[in-house]
């Protein structure tokens, strides 16, 4: 029989995450996929500026919490969210405006997806669609890509084609593509499980950098990436009866590593499953 879940309420409360501003929330979130319920009632809070893990073993649902808070589910036919998802003071689930929600909560995926366009284009892309001057295009494009450690190695071909960057300056040039426009939420299917160690030591120090300009929401498989980047970390399970992916327990990271209070997020940190 599954056991009650071991939320925090002194984390997930109202009022905010250990004292910390929430700027994103689930409230009693389910996830369809046509008929098949993938998440059951999922409430978490995101504490603003920091970083906040999804850790969980295949298929519990991370990467399909990850794409209620953009709304990239619409993107799958029959696919639809039951709660609420606020940003600040909106409600995500009803904005008529998904251009804006995507530019506001941004997402980096697990391979680098670049455009088959220049470099320059790939970070200016997002600028254009809001419309932004060629002075300030020029200048986000440099301040996102030096923040992303790549302008001194592409200024000066910032014109060729995207796709001649390695695997590890393609990620991070995506990294610099979605923060050009300015997110409040960065959020990350796993942006380093299709890299080398190197690029990933280079992309876990950019997520660092990240936090406290952006609210951070990782989903990662690797237990010691957690602990390296993570201030927060949800641990998400199916329950061998109903089959969907529901929240065990949200806590600080080194909690959750070390003082986790369920013993399923104790057996699946310690590895005995996953």
Known sequence: ???????????????????????LRASNVSFYYGSFRALKDVSLG???????????????????LLYTFNRMYELTPGARVRGSIRLGHQEVT????????????????????????????????????????????????????????????VSDRLHRSAMSLSGGQQQRLCIARCIAVQPEVVLMDEPCSALDPISTMRVEEL?????????????THNMQQAKRLADYTAFMLIEPFDRYGQLVEFAPTTEIFEDARDERTRDYVSGKFG
């Open 46 to 64: 995101f504490a603003e500026g920091k970083i906040t893990a999804l850790i969980g073993p295949s298929g519990c649902g991370k990467s399909t």
């Open 1 to 23: 029989m599954a056991q009650p879940s071991a939320r925090r309420a002194t984390i997930s409360s109202k009022s905010g995450v250990d004292g910390h501003p929430v700027k």
């Open 207 to 219: 997520i660092r950098q990240l936090a406290g300009t952006y609210t951070v929401v990782i989903v």
């Open 94 to 153: 009803t904005m008529g405006n998904l251009q804006e929600l995507r530019r506001r909560v941004g997402m980096v995926f697990q391979r680098p997806n670049p455009f088959h366009m220049s470099i320059y284009d790939n970070v200016a892309y997002g600028l254009r669609l809001m419309g932004a001057s060629k002075a300030l295009t020029d200048a986000r494009v440099e301040e996102s890509l030096r923040f992303a450690g790549l302008w001194d190695e």
